[in-house]
C-alpha cells in the first residue's frame, strides 16, 4: 500500500491544529493529541492507524458537549483519515 503523503501531511496538521483549540473541550484536543500520536507510530499498517484514530475521534464527535465548530473539525478529520485508509 503506497501511501498518500499530503493526505497523511494533512491530517497530521488537522490533529496537531485541533489539539491545540482551546475553544474545544480537553477531552477533545486530548483524543486528537493520541490520535496523531497513534498515527505516527509507523511499525503498525497505516489502515490500523487510521481505523484507531477514527474510532478515538467518532467517540469525541457524538460528545453532547462538544461545540458545533469541534465537531465539525472533527468530521473533517475522520473523513479525511477515511480517505487515507482507503489509499
Do not use: F, W
Not at 16 to 33: G, I, W
Amino acid at each position: 500500500m503506497r501511501l498518500d503523503q499530503k493526505l497523511y501531511d494533512e491530517v497530521i496538521y488537522l490533529l496537531e491544529e485541533l489539539s491545540q483549540d482551546t475553544t474545544v473541550p480537553k477531552n477533545v484536543r486530548k483524543s486528537a493529541s493520541d490520535s496523531k500520536t497513534r498515527l505516527l507510530k509507523v511499525n503498525e499498517s497505516l489502515d490500523i492507524r487510521c481505523a484507531t484514530a477514527v474510532s478515538l475521534l467518532d467517540e469525541m464527535a457524538n460528545d453532547p458537549n462538544v461545540p458545533a465548530h469541534g465537531r465539525a473539525a472533527l468530521y473533517t478529520v475522520i473523513s479525511r483519515l477515511e480517505a487515507l485508509a482507503k489509499s
